[in-house]
Every structure is written in C-alpha cells, then in structure tokens.
C-alpha cells in the first residue's frame, strides 16, 4: 500500500458510496480509514447498535481490493453517554468542566469510561473480527489534540495519588523526591497530593512534571488498554494510533510502545502558521516548512524504527490555522514524496470528500462537498503513480514487520521530559524546546543528512554523530551511556540547558551540566538569557555568529580530566570578559562538543558541520532554504518546498525539480549542490 | 422635535430642575428621555413606590413644551431584587454568574424576571397613563452592550430547548438540518440539548448559529414582552428602542418590528477606537469616521424605512474608549447635522450634566457637574437652531407614520445571520464582516451616494443597484428573489462568500456560490485566505489593484447558461496560473457583478462606480477621506469631518465649509467636486 | 550591621550548616534572615513541633556574632491545615479558588487562620523569647505578592459588610458617600454590599475604591495582629515586614505605622523588565533603572522618616522576570551602595545558596548550589568591607530609633489611594500612576537631588519644594494644609488630574482642581487623552516640547483672586485654538506650578528646575541616564549604573567611577558634572 484515504460513509447517502469506492480505485487508493467518530451512528441510543452501514462499506471497499483500518470510535462519546454520566467528562485547572460540544470531552482516568470504552470497542471489534478486508486498527484519534492530555477531575486526582504511591512507595519518598520543604510543600501522605490546580502563582515543578508524567501515562494507559481489547479479539490485526505533528503533552515514544504501526497527521500549512513563531513567508504558506514536517516524520519512523504511516496527509486548504492559504500546485503530492523518503510506507489524504456538516466544512478533502474532483484527487493520484513507480511495490510490505528502510549516521536526542520540564521553567520568555531542537535538525537537514530522532535510552552505537539539544533532565545511567558512546568513537553534541536537572526536575547538586560534567570537560559558570532586543554576538573559530536567547559562561574547560578540551567559541558579556561557550573534547576514540549558546542559523551550520565532520558523515552543499534532499533505501528524492523551478546538480549532473514537487532518483553520492 | 437630551433628575438636588429645564428650553432642546436606570429610585425596597419625583420633574418639562420619553427601568434590576432571586442573573459560557454591579445582569429568559418586569413596567406606566407631556417610550437600554445578549444558564437551556422543539417539530429533524452525525454530535431528544457552554475545541457551527439567533429572538421577545405592555396601558404611546453602533448579536431588524420608532446611540470617536481595526488619525479621534457612523444611521433608517432618532449624541469627551479625545470643535453640531442629512428626526444629546457618580463620571454631558455650560451645550444650541433653519418645522412630524426623508436607488444588502455565521466561521483570523461591509459602503459614500442598508428579505425592486457584501446564508427563495431583481433590470453585486451555506450554516451541496451559480454564472473552484504580510493584488479591466485577506478562484465563468458573463479580474496565486476572480453576467435586463476578492480601498471604487454606471445611478467625484455629502427630502448636506477648511464646487459655484463642520444647502444635482 | 543574607538552614543538610556560617562571616556579613516559609518544617503534622534545628542553626550563628532576624512562617500554611479548613483558601473575582501548591494562599481575612496563626506564631515565638541572638522578627512575607492582597470569598464578603458598617455607621450614609442612585445600585442595607466579583461590565468606582482600601487594611490589620502576638512575647524585639518593589494594592505607609523597621525586597533586573513598559536596553537589564529602585528606597525610608533594610537583595540572575541576565560585573555591589546611600542601614542579599528544590531553582544565591561561592559572594564581600569603611559603624545604630541619614529640600507626595483610584478610571489606556510619578521623581535624580516620597498627610513644612504627581483624591483638609504649605514659602507643583475627586471616588462639584484650585488659581476646562500615535507638543516659556497622553486645557487663570498667576505653557488642540496648560502663580510667600500635561522627559526637566530655583534648592548639571549620585550624612555617592567608565566633576577634581560602581565620597556641594 502506498497512497490511502480517510473516509466516512456515514455522512453520505449509500447510493453515493459505489461512485465514492470506484474513484478512490481509479486514483490509485488502496487503504481506507473510517470509524473514528461514529459511535453515535453506531448506536444512537444504549444498546441500539447498527453497523450495518461500516459492514456495507467495508464490502464495497473489499469490492475494489482496498484495504480497510477502522477505528474505535472512543474520541467522540455521545451526548446521551454524557447525560448518564457527567462524570466522565475532563475539567480545566480551575474546574471548569470540558462540556459536550466539541471532541476529546472524555477523562482517561474515568472507570465509568474505561466500562463503556471496552463495551464499544468490543462490540465494533467483534462485528469484523473475521473480516480480511480489516487489516488493522486506530485507536481513538489523535489524543491530546485540543490540550486534552491533561485534565485536572477528581477521578485524575485519584489516579494521580496512586500513581505516585506506585512510584515513590511511602509518601517521605516523594517529600524527598521532590523536595517539599520549600515554600512548605510538604505532604503527609499521598491522599493530600491534588492536581496542579489555580495557584496565585508557579506550582512546584518537581510536583507538575510529575503531573505531566502521569498525564501522559494516563493516555498512554488507556491507549494499551484499548489495543489489547483489540488484540484479545483478534490478534493478527495490527494497531496504530495516529499521533499529531509537534504535539507535545504525549510522549509519542512510551505511547508507540503499545503499537505495531506509528502514525502521524501531517497539516504542512497549518503547522507552519501555528507551531512556529515568526511569520512565514509565501513558500511556506503554500507549501510549508520541510524541516518542520520531516522532523516529525523522523520522530514517528524511530519510535519503533519502522516506516510508520501518514494517516492523515494535508488534501487541500484546511480550517484550523490563521489563515487557510491554497496549497501550491504540486504541493499535495510532494507531501506525499516526503513522507515516503522519510520512510513512510503509507499516507492517507483525509478526508474522501469535504464535510458539509459539523466543525470542519472548510476542510478540504480530495473531492468537494459537491462529490466531484477537487484539487487533492489528482495531485493524490499523481502521487500514487510516481510512488508505486519509484517504490516498486516495496511500499506493500506488511507493516508490523516491515524493515526501516532509511539509513542514518547521525542521530538527534529527543526526550519529552526535557520539553515538559524546560516548558515548567523556560527561564526566557521565548525559549521553545522545539526551536531549540529544530535549529540543530535544520542544520544537518540542510547537508541532506539523515537523521534519526530517538529518545535517550536508544541505544546509540550504531550512530556515528550524535546531537543532544538540551539533554536537560540527566541520571547517572544516561551520563555513563554517553561517555560510553563517546569512549567508544561517536561523536556527541550537548547544547545549552545540558544535565541541569535530576529526574525529579530538582537542580542537581554538581554544577551543570551535572553528570555530564566529566565528559563535556567543562563546568557551566553562570547562565542567563536576554531579549531579541538586544544583539548577541559569539567568535567561534575565527568568525563573529549571531546567537540568541541564552547563552552559559563555561569554567574548568579541561580541567575534569576527561580528555583533551579546547575552546571554540568565545563571548563578550559585558564589554570586559572573554568567556568560554563552545568547547570540543577528544574524550577515548570520540569527541564531545558544548555548543552553550543557542546559535542562530550560520552558528549552528559551522558547529554541526564540524561535528559531522569528525564524525565522518558525509555532507552535501548547503541547500537553500524549502529545498531538501532525503535518501531511502530505494532512492535519493530531490525535494523543492519553494515556488521557482531548482536546479540540483548531483556529482555534476544536473536534475531540475518543479516548483513544489520532488524528483525521486537513483543516486549514492553525497555530493548534491544547487546552482 | 429636532434637538433633545438625555437627562437623569434623580443624581441632583430637585431645587436645581427648574435651572435645568430653563437652560434645556433655552437651548432649543425640546425632546427629554428619562428614566432608563431608576428602579432602585423608583423602588428602593420591594413594594415601596416613590413616583412623584419624575412627576415632578415631567410637569417642570411640560410647562417649558419640552416632550418626555420615558424608558421601562429593566436594564438595573437593584440588588434587593438579585438578592431575592439569583437565578434571574446571566451565566458566562465557563458557568461563572455575572453579579450586580455593573448593570444588564438579568437573563432574558428568566421567568422570575418576566414577572418583576410586568410589575415594575405597569407601575411606571400606569402612572402616567394619561399624561400628555410623555408621547413615547423607550424598552429599557442598550440591549446587548457589554456582550448580554448570549447567556448560558439553566433558565436558557430550558427556552433554547422550547426554542429548537417549536423551530424543529422533532429532534430528528434537528439532527439532519444540523448535521449531528458529525463528531457523534447526534441528538436523541430536545432535552439533551444544551447551550454551547465551555469545550475543549470549538462548537458545531449549526448549533452555535442557533444559539445565535435563539439569544437574540430572547432579547426580541423580551423587548416584545415590554411593548406589549406598554401598549396595554396605553396605545396612543409609540415605542423605541436605543440600539448601539455595530452591534451584532441582536438583530435590530427583527427587534424594530416591535417598534414604532427605532433610535441608536451615537459615540463616533469611541466608536472609530474600538469598533474597527487600525489606528484612527487626529481628525477620527476629533470627529470619527463618518462612513462607520453613517453605516448605523442607514441600517436604522432603513429598519423601518422611516425618520429614526439618535437617542443618545456624544456631547463631548467619553469614558469607555481606550482614549478620550476632546471632539474637534464644531463636532458635536456636525453629528447632529450628520444624523439628520440621513434621514434622523431628532437627536438627544446624552446626558445634560456630567455625573458625578457611579462608572461614568468621565462621560460629559451638555453641562458640567457644577451645572455650567460645557462645549457641547454651545454645540447642541447651534445644531437646534441650524437645524430648525434647514428643516424649517418638518423635522417635528410624528414619529410613527412620518414618511422616509431619504430617497435612494442603491442599497446595501445586510443580514445578521451573515454576520454570526461568518463570526462562527470567520476562516481568517482578519476576517471581519463589518470591515468587508463597510469597504463597499465607503466606495459608495465616496461617491456622494445615497444608500438603504436592508435585510435580504426587503423589496429590492425600487433600487437601481444593490450591493451584497457576503450573502453567506442563501436558500432558493433568496436566489430567486435575486434573480428576479437581476432579470426585472437591477443591477447586482455579489461579494466573497457568496452562497456558501444553507440556512442551517451547513455547506450547501452544491458549490459555491450554491444557489447563487446560476445567477453569477460561475462557480468558486477554490477560495483562500492570506496574513496582511503577504502582498496580494489582482488585475481588473486592465490596471492593478491591491486587495486583501480573501480570494476566490472562478471556474465555470459562462457556462451556467443565465447570460453573457466577461471575465474583469484575474490573479496569480503562484507565479503560474491565471484565475478568474471578478466576472460580469448580463442576465435579462440586469446584471451580475461577481467579486471574488476582497477589495483594498481603489479596487473596492472601481467596481461600485462601474456598477452605478450600469445602473444608471448618479454620483459626485472622489470625495477625500473624512469629507462626505448627504441628501434628503429637504437639502444636500456638505459634511467636512476633517480638521481643515474644504471647498466644495457645486455645479461649479464653490462652498467652503469649516473644519468639523456641516453645510446644508439646496442643490439637486450630483456635480460635486473638492477643490 | 550592614551586609546580610537570608539563609535556609532547613533546605540543606545540618552538617553543612558550620561552613555555612563561616564563611558568611568570612563575607563580613553580620544579620541572617530565617524561616519564613518553614511551616512545614516546624509542624509537618499537627501539634508535632521540631523547631531544634532552628535552634541549632542559631546557635551557630550566634557563635559567629551574626544576628538573626526571625519570620513567621505564616505565608505557607501546610497541605494538612489547608485540607483541614479549605474556608482558608484565598478566591478570585470569579469564584475560582487560589489553592495550594504556591504561596499566600490563604486570606488575611479568615478567622480560622487568624487562629492558625496565633498558635504557629506563639509557638516559634516563644521558643527563641530569651535567645539574645533574635534581634527582630518579620512578619509573614512579602504581603501581596502574586496579587493576593484582594480576595473575593465569603470571609471576605462579611468582613467587608463590618468594615463599611464602622465607616459609614448607617447604609444611607453609604449610599450618599458613594453615590448609588447611578444604574440602580441603592443598598438597603450593609448585608446586601458584595465584594466586586465577576460583572458583565466595569464596576462602580466608589465601591471598587473601598474594597480597595477595604484590602489593603484587611492585610494591614493582620499584619498587626502578627507584630501584636510577637510584641506581647517579647517587647524588645523590633518587627518588620519585607515590602516588595511599586507594589501597589497595600498601601505600605499604612502597613509601615505598625512596624519599628521598614524593609522591602529589591530585584534591580526583574523590576526593570516586568514593572515598566517600554523595552530596556542592556545596561538596564545589567544593572536596573537606578531611578525605578531609589523610587522605592525613598519610599520605605520616608514611611516612618527611619533608615530601612533591604531585606533582600537580588545577589545574581533571577528566576520570575521575562529574561534573565547576568548582573553586571559589579552590579551586586553596586546595588547596596545605593541602598545605603538612600538610607538603608542593612541590605541581605537573598538568598545564601541556590536551592536545589522548588519554584526557585532558577534564583541565584551568594553561594552556588554545591555549596561554591558564586559571583554574589564576591560582591557582597566587597560591599561589606567597603559601606563599612565609609560607615565607619554609623550602620550598625540600633534599628528603631536611629536618625533618618538623608537629608533633603525636596518631597514627592505619593498616595496609594490615588493610585487606586486612578487604576479604576485610567482614562487612557496607557496611564499609570507610576509612570506619571517616575517621570517627576527622574527629573529630580538627573539633578542629583535627594528626595522624600511621602503621603500628603506628612507634614511638608520642613520641604522647599512639594511635587505632587496627580493628587486625585483631594478633601478640604488637604488643600487648606497644601495652601497653608504655600502661603508659607513653599514651592509646590501640582499635575494632571489634581483635585479631581472627592474620598470616596466621586467627582468633586467644583471642577478640576476642585479644593484645590483657588490655591491654583485655575480651572481645568477640559481634559483629553490621545494614543501614542499622536504626535504631541507643546510651548512652554519660548521652547517646543514633547507630552504625552494626557492634557488639560486651562481657563479662569488669574481669576480665583489667589495671587499673581502666569500661563507659561500653551498648547494648540485642534490648529485653531491657544489654550493655557501650564501656570505658575504667586501665594503668600510662595507659589504653585500647575502642570496639565504630562511631560516627556526634556519637559518634565525643564518645569522641575524651574521649581527647584523658585525653591532655592541647589541641584547638579544634568546628569545621564544610569548615572547618578545620592547624598546621606556621611558621604555623597557617585553611582554609574552603566557598562562605560564615568568621569564625575566635583567642583573641577575628576572622580572616575568603574562600570556598574559607585564611589562614595565626602563632599558638600552641588557643583558635580559629568564630562
């Protein structure tokens, strides 16, 4: 499979669904996704359940030899579920209840829901439990959207209690853990522990990353449970759930854990506008940021180092953004190149056809609310001809198994508890642990290099260069495993805000970067952080670089006895004092940099360019701003995000790409420039 | 009648009343409204009635000739009355109460205060049943202001639900017009309705339209309610209402039809700071904008296509803007002659003297807290004695059956329902629908043109051109009233957003602009939206012209068989493609003009003056910002809301009129030009 | 004493606590500060008192000499008394609850916690009662930080309805006061009377004011009730309480008439970031705005005429502020050579070692967290040796009865009423009081003139020169004892928005200055305020210059029969008119300035030397900003709160001051210029 769609029969009369299946078969789709929100079709009143519909779709659809994923339709329970039983629903920090109206309104730490989820799911599972044309599942859709990771009920505050008893045993555990006695924050036992609720000011940040931690393993909990009802069904379907791009209250890593397939629902235009500051320009709004998107495709292939899914893929405009820009013509199906040359085996347009009812009716789909083509249904056709041309059919290969088809030297550290704890205590209006991270991946995706984005406790050894943005929250345990990977030949890159706090969010005890103090070589001095107002300036190696927002002062450089240090990068905070903040140790066969300002552009290309360099990983030119370069086992895709026609020259030959479109092509080289 | 004021007897000493009424007499004021927040003075303690003070004070006025409007004191329930019974008090849509303390505390669908208001309003009535000095009322004030419209309490959720079982027979019927089967949204009976109170996303736009229009048939009903009774007690009484500028949650349309007389109140340098984007020059913080003031006394005009009334005239510097200048000198008549050159019969300044209590203490009023003149008593006194020069008696015809002063061949189409659905929907975070509007009302009052502003359910056959900025909500009775008017000879303008959406705010099934298609002769293929860092502009009949925020891609153009359609405006979204975004149908003996973009200032000019010269209508020269002209029955009015002397040339004769200031004179022909 | 810090023994491990101590005295610090947040450290269940280790730490720092200051722990009530009584808990206006997890959570007006704190604070009291080491308390901390001084619950409901029944003794003399015929808000009686929770649109001024007040004496009585508790243990003790910087919603001068010591908690960089508008330049987030926190100096000093403690001094990067900067090199120091100079007689930094825990981690300390000096330790070092050397133990006088060290000419008066009152009415949305207030007190620190800020009831006959930045409230006692000020030879200068209202937030009958302005000898005709976008100039005496915001146009100048008055400032409002806006006039002996704009930075200098000659008062060359000088008894200091060396001039010898450092030195003359 390579090219699907999300579809939903019920909001359309059945004598539209042949027509419907048929162009979806004459477009080259050959998944479809349904269900995710149709529990009060399936049963509009307790107990009255119809799936007839789902069936005579799935037949239509099977029909056609396209493959079916329903979903369990939890993300939506019915007002008359509601009604009953008011007590699912989630509430605000200052108790105000997240009504019916919307979506998302359910508490993942309702026993009452956790009842009427295994009924529901058990009573769609059941219907196709034989049916091969259902080869897999998606758990609910899209937890978190909204801000709903986090609810602060009564039932949240239960589970909260136990999950701290769990984890700290006796109540002076987590006093210790935390370290209550400021601001005498002391418990006595754990029934005393509330969610953060409205304070006159910042709660404990020991205190909210826990609720954070827990927050997360609520969703991550009801997730599991519902993918072993799915199982215990039928365990020969896969499961999946489609996560969100840069979503932040979920920690996709521990969520996938419990998948056979990851997915993810890519919005470029929306994104672009939403989850970035500044404001973008034409290009982007017409076809988005590609290192924003391929960050996010990178994150979900190594969650379970797989391809993983698009499930949903941009079809056209969308609602949901400050303003709803076309996308440039092309953009559709390159979207659907990048995915796939960041390892995607599958993407899935949603929607079928726009909506006429309901909150998203200006929301694209590949066919207009009138049924007939829309701008999508061909660039989406187009992009299952080029792809099943370029891939051969190995897009076919069955998911939970597939191998990852792309290769990387280079890693980046990716950690959700370091956003959620440098979110608690930002300590600069504008410091944004995804910018942060993003300026290191632009750099190396700016050299066309590809990367893997994995959690920490990855092993790492197969990796060659290693960035760590803000590897903030370090144990012992983490420390050992770098100067390990360091000792043994890689070549790591620690940035700002590096083992500055234990894993309970408590400042650790040893200076910063704390346990990575030995193997950086360097002690962090002072920290501090400025406004955009004022102009930042760092020499490194000879040239003057701009940076921004924060910057660390470093002592002691060589003096831990790692290795051999030398500085690299030196400031002027005051007119008076020459610092030392960047250094590079030769630490056994490797080497580790401290890179303690956040660069801006031009600094973090020289930093991650030297560190590449060390490392042996090959490069390519630097390439332009929108135009992107991603390998995969079955080719070299040439990717143009701009609106003027690229010329890429590959070891002298040169290929042109169109405006927003990508070139597929067979090369091995990294020595890629654009004229 | 011509020149009145609002006046409170209660907040002074009643030795002071009879200076007072001597001073109003002698500035020519005629007209005294009182009474609209004297329950508590009325009423201090249940049941104990103390009337004979506004006796007083009416009999003071009547031997001075002065008339009297008196207001039903409902807008300040006192606090002995919320104390009694809290439930009569608004909810926010997060649940929090809106307290006593400020005023419009009470919900509209209260029955408890039903009952208080039909004690309180018979009491007041019929004590001065018979009494000749008052000849009107007005129901209570301001309905709406400070957001009161839209309530989400208990004694809301039960009307709404009458509202919908009486608007939808059955709850299946309601689930199909909605289209609940969206995000499971389905519902199984009334009662589980509720008002769209606090989500974790937003609403469904079908039932958020209408709570929309529920609220505002709630404060229709409530202000019938109060008509009624006041009709009771004595039906040779005519009845108004005081409307506020740009509002938009009432529809003062459907409030009007329960009116003798409509009358709004009239702030223009609040009004030019809080009611529209952008930063307002000296001369708008002086003087305001005369086409957003304008706009109001049109839309009121045409409410019942009679003379309506400022019920309250900004009489100097205000409290509530974000800054108070001191109105230009001269500014405070030229309102006066503003109103009346469209179509008002009087004008009330409000108030007399400035308070020296309570929240508007920094409101101004004719005269200063220590009783001496201000600027605006000069001012008022000037306007009585232009005015009555100019009008020479006709201004005091009786309200109710007096005829319409103004004569037109253009009209503005206008329709709440547009506004809310847009609002819900805006797709655009600077989408505003009272912006888009006014752009084509400004083209139009730049060229000297008379215009009605009526909902889309008046007779449109009287008008020569008529203009629709965004008829969003359009059924087949529209289209083909508007077909009509096009075929009988008019001619028409269709705006961004044309039938879009079906009464329901439900995507119509067929596409943009749905049941307009055949009449526009084309079909939108796609629209967009752009943020204002994107420079966009557009070619039509040959020159280019800037627009902004919305564009529409037109397909189709000629192929819907009504007419001849041209193509006049083309874009380039992409560097690419060449689209159709103005187009021109000659359909019978009118024709259609179809304007896919929103127009920036010379776009907007250039498609109305080729509408009126298709229709035939007659207009002056570009007249500069802030310098504006006006007609009715008895003169042409020369309006200078600019801080420098301008000379106008009338048919080649020159007229200068003074800064902020106004200059009736007879002149019948449409020749006028600035020098 | 001199140099001090706030320590927390109770955070670190007791064997640590010896080299603590040492190297505090080391430092030359001689006062140490504890407990105020230890609650839950002294009673970590109920009745389990451990106050041992409070005891051991004093001991060792007693044999050390250091003093210790204590605190009551009563701004952290423990989660066991919180879930005990949650009545406690603090509200919003909206009902929603401040619950634990922060601080300052409960209200000042509870009668439970009033018990609470009666027996915490008896039972730490009477421990240390004979400890000669505990020189003095503080009480609670920080009283209104996080905007806590103002809750909405019931207890404070009833202690309100008390609080107005004792000022007003009937509820017609409330209604009277207030004025509550406007919009209906009579009272029948005191039980009716709400605090001003959740409206729909603004309050009434009258009743907002008195909750206000009603706020400030809720925390003013507490605080009373704590100083009364520890008085009756021990009555030698001296108490104080730590103020924090332009806190606005407790009126310190109140607060301070309970205290034997004023002292308040000075963060030079957070201030200048968070407490103003406009964006500082690096020197202010290096260093602060030296006018923003002598401001404050002057202030605490003039509240009981006494020397004052910085109780706690930022000692390195902070962790509340948008941004966090390095201090400037130098800064630490120089930041206590203002204190002194201003008067204080102790300045403890805060904290002694960054705290692993909690919401501070990102605050630095004199020490780091591993125990290390940080760059605070150096600097507070040296200040001590430094201030002792020019002190020559002058600092170490006993704290309640030592002379006041500053002598000065000069006053501001400051009211927190009008600051109140103002607030409720701004009338444009960019005043501030404070603002207003810095733009004079500027004026007189660029001339290098020492300043007392006192409240209008302090007797001013000892002043030369009285600025009175908007004295709004104004009552018939105030303006005889300004005129009486005047007729006796005093300068005094009043500004926009003087006399304006009465005491209870009403407006005064007599127009603007109302009491005041026969003194005046002006009547303010109107007033305007206008957005920054409006360029604003106006003549005084021959020169052009820039205001802002706010003016008053002047009439009947010269004609209150007071004196001989003089326009010298004139402004055109609309091109066409010549209005006076700036007076002086001779009275008696003296003479009064009447300034009706507020002025920008050349203005404000231009109308305050010429006060200052009036006066005789001497002053110096204008010095630049950052740069300033301070005279005490026994030396003037030569302050440079900039990045650049400074040469001062005095009387010709050249005194060059290091980058962000300040030289005291003896000297007698205003003869000091800055080449």
Chains 1, 2, 3 share one sequence.
Not at 112 to 138: C, L, M, N
Not at 307 to 331: K, S
Not at 498 to 521: F, I, T, Y
Not at 540 to 548: E, K
Request: negative net charge; contains cysteine; aromatic residues 10%.
């Amino acid at each position: 499979m390579t090219i699907g769609v999300c579809y939903f029969p019920e909001h359309w009369p059945s004598e539209e669904w042949e027509r419907d299946v048929e162009e979806m078969a004459a477009a080259g789709i050959d998944t479809v996704r349904m269900g995710e929100f149709a529990w009060s079709r399936i049963e509009p009143e307790r107990g009255e359940i119809d799936l007839d519909w789902l069936a005579e779709a799935i037949d239509l659809l099977g029909e056609h030899d396209i493959d079916v994923v329903l979903c369990t339709p939890t993300a939506t329970p019915p007002k008359w579920l509601v009604d009953e039983d008011p007590s699912i629903l989630q509430e605000e920090a200052d108790g105000t209840t997240r009504e019916f109206g919307s979506r998302r309104h359910y508490c993942f730490n309702s026993e009452a829901y956790r009842e009427e989820t295994e009924r529901i799911v058990r009573i769609v599972a059941e219907r196709f439990r034989d049916d091969p044309r259902v080869v897999g599942w998606q758990t609910d859709n899209e937890f978190g959207v909204h801000g709903t990771i986090r609810c602060y009920c009564e039932d949240c505050a239960g589970a909260f209690r136990e999950w701290l008893e769990e984890r700290y045993g006796d109540v002076d555990a987590l006093n210790e853990a935390w370290g209550t006695t400021f601001w005498s924050q002391h418990h006595t036992e754990f029934a005393e522990v509330d969610p953060p609720r409205h304070t006159a000011a910042e709660h404990h940040p020991s205190r909210l990353l826990d609720y954070y931690r827990f927050s997360s393993d609520s969703a991550v909990a009801y997730n599991e449970f519902q993918a072993d009802l799915l199982r215990e069904v039928n365990d020969d379907w896969w499961i999946t759930h489609n996560f969100m791009g840069q979503f932040g209250s979920l920690d996709a890593y521990d969520a996938s854990d419990q998948l056979d397939l990851v997915s993810w629902d890519n919005y470029p235009n929306g994104f672009v506008q939403d989850r970035q500051t500044g404001e973008p320009g034409l290009d982007e709004l017409r076809a988005g940021d590609p290192d924003q998107v391929a960050l996010n495709h990178d994150i979900y292939r190594s969650a379970l180092d797989r391809p993983f899914w698009v499930m949903e893929q941009q079809p056209g405009d969308v609602n949901w953004a400050a303003h709803a820009p076309q996308p440039g013509e092309g953009a559709m199906t390159l979207w659907a190149h990048h995915a796939v040359a960041h390892g995607a085996s599958n993407v899935l347009y949603f929607r079928w056809r726009r909506c006429r009812e309901g909150q998203e009716q200006y929301h694209a789909g590949l066919r207009k609310q009138d049924g007939s083509p829309d701008r999508g249904y061909h660039e989406a056709t187009r992009a299952a001809t080029e792809l099943d041309e370029v891939l051969d059919g190995t897009g076919t290969t069955a998911v939970a198994d597939a191998p990852n088809p792309v290769e990387t030297q280079a890693a980046l550290l990716h950690d959700y508890e370091n956003l959620w704890a440098t979110g608690i205590q930002p300590h600069a209006a504008d410091f944004d642990y995804w910018e942060h991270l993003l300026a290191y991946y632009r750099a190396l995706r700016a050299r066309g290099v590809d990367v893997d984005i994995v959690p920490p406790s990855n092993t790492l050894s197969t990796y060659d260069a290693v960035v760590a943005p803000t590897p903030y929250l370090v144990d012992n345990d983490l420390a050992s495993r770098l100067d390990e990977y360091v000792r043994s030949g890689g070549e790591l890159l620690l940035t700002i805000r590096s083992g500055v706090k234990d894993r309970h969010n408590k400042l650790q005890e040893r200076q910063q970067p704390g346990p990575l103090a030995p193997l950086a070589d360097v002690t962090v001095d002072q920290h501090e952080t400025l406004p955009s107002s004022v102009d930042l300036d760092i020499e490194y190696r000879g040239n003057r670089y701009a940076y921004r927002t924060w910057a660390e002062w470093l002592t002691d450089v060589g003096e831990h006895g790692s290795g051999t240090t030398v500085v690299h990068g030196r400031l002027q905070t005051d007119g008076t004092t020459d610092r030392a903040a960047i250094t590079h140790s030769t630490v056994g066969d490797g080497g580790v940099t401290y890179c303690g300002v956040w660069p801006e552009t031009e600094l973090a290309e020289a930093v991650v360019t030297d560190l590449l360099d060390r490392a042996d990983v090959a490069y390519t030119d630097r390439l332009p701003d929108g135009v992107r370069v991603a390998r995969r086992t079955e080719a070299t895709w040439l990717l143009n995000f701009t609106g003027d026609e690229v010329a890429f020259a590959l070891d002298g030959e040169t290929r042109r790409v169109d405006p927003y479109s990508a070139t597929p092509t067979v090369y091995d080289g990294a020595d890629i420039t654009v004229e």
